[in-house]
């Protein structure tokens, strides 16, 4: 039971990326989904969620206006489209499973599970 995420790679600063995270072993339907990221000696941090049904999403407000989670259920895929990328976005990013909407603490990576390998973006000119 893990999550993968992939789609990572090197962009150019004002560049786009598109990351997935799919499920090995279980259906992502019944869970909230969380994007987090760790960049070099930095504590990991909550990028996005998204509940289970996709109808409600939080961002954090380093994010908001260039990053939009989404789910498709039907392929059991959550993803990440990253606009205006900027070199502070640079870490390696990583899905989590959640066990239901958390709201406001959202971002406690403690509170998810399921992680698998990340997948690195680099953003540099």
């Known amino acids: 039971v893990q999550l993968q995420a992939s789609g990572g790679g090197l962009v150019q600063p004002g560049g786009f990326l598109r990351l997935s995270c799919a499920a090995s072993?279980?259906?992502?339907?019944?869970?909230?989904i969380g994007w987090f990221r760790q960049a070099p000696g930095k504590e990991r941090e909550g990028v996005s969620c998204?509940?289970?049904?996709?109808?409600?999403?939080l961002y954090a407000d380093s994010v908001k206006g260039r990053f939009t989670i989404s789910r498709d259920n039907a392929k059991n895929m959550v993803c990440l489209q990253m606009n205006n990328l900027k070199p502070e976005d640079m870490a390696v990013y990583y899905c989590?499973?959640?066990?239901?909407?958390?709201?406001?603490?959202?971002?406690?990576?403690?509170?998810?599970?399921?992680w698998g390998q990340g997948t690195l973006v680099t953003v540099s000119s």
């Open positions: 072993g279980f259906t992502l339907d019944a869970y909230a």
């Open positions: 989590g499973r959640g066990t239901f909407w958390l709201g406001p603490i959202w971002n406690r990576p403690a509170l998810y599970g399921d």
């Open positions: 998204i509940s289970s049904s996709g109808g409600r999403t």
